[in-house]
DNA sequence: GTAACTGCAAACACTTTGCGAAGCA
DNA sequence: TGCTTCGCAAAGTGTTTGCAGTTAC
């Protein structure tokens, strides 16, 4: 990270597409919505200002077990839920367990910095697809 | 996955190479391994043959939110710690959580089939380095 | 003025895939 | 014999990076 970030349109754009936005979006649909108001912003500047962004703590980066990564507008600490069907991300209701993040039981040394927990199957809808096919 | 699957050289191989394996290896050491014994092997052969042998549950993947995904030969459910310093994957002795499988309170539809649960930190050696370091 | 940032394109890391030859059942 | 698998190389996906020009402060 640079000493000191600027207030570019870019970046406040990427920031105003991902406030209010809870479709857990990737970086590519960030570029296509970008893309939609300032058609000459490149990917590489999306790419760029998401990471900036995550490291600011602005947004929060979500890595998943299939596909790209994903972007939550929300901080506050919680889990998700991936379809492996339409691959889109949920929020879950599970309580977030802080006390993953003390040194794991019988792990002495290890220093747990973060955790990730994803459910990954099927969402309503695709469920649905899915027995109507069958 | 073909209706069919045979015992080749390169399939044993790899099966022998992760059985009694607890190193969590990526593909490319898996691919280095395999090379020292049997030079004329492909990359490609490696990554199909731990594809299949994942999807007979002969082994485990395991996707990380950093870097190239790992291979478990204990399919045995159970979670995971990954240094980001060193990038080694360890055994944690966290319980595994049949629970979160079933349908996530307040999420009525959803269908979890697997869940994953990663810790990201500092393996004791790490963090000593990290320590001297500072 | 100058460090931070941009667009662009090339490079990168990891993985999959198309093909013709080889091998297992 | 016929389907599976192989080695090889090329392509695919998602992301980062070097560069020369531009912008914020």
């Known amino acids: ?28 649909e960030v570029y296509e919505l970008a893309r939609a108001k300032e058609p000459r912003i490149s990917r590489g500047t999306v790419y760029r200002n998401l990471n900036l962004l995550s490291d600011e703590n602005k947004i929060r980066r979500l890595s998943m077990p299939i596909g790209p990564d994903h972007f939550d507008c929300n901080t506050d600490n919680h889990y998700h839920f991936l379809c492996h069907a339409c691959f889109h991300v949920f929020d879950t209701n599970i309580k977030y367990k802080e006390s993953l993040n003390a040194d794991p039981a019988g792990m002495p040394g290890f220093k747990t910095e973060w955790h990730r927990l994803i459910l990954v199957g099927l969402c309503p809808e695709c469920a649905a697809k899915e027995k109507k096919g069958t």
């Open 1 to 28: 990270m640079p000493q000191n970030t600027r207030s570019t349109q870019q970046r406040r754009l990427i920031m105003e597409l991902m406030e209010g936005n809870y479709s857990h979006p990737t970086a590519d």
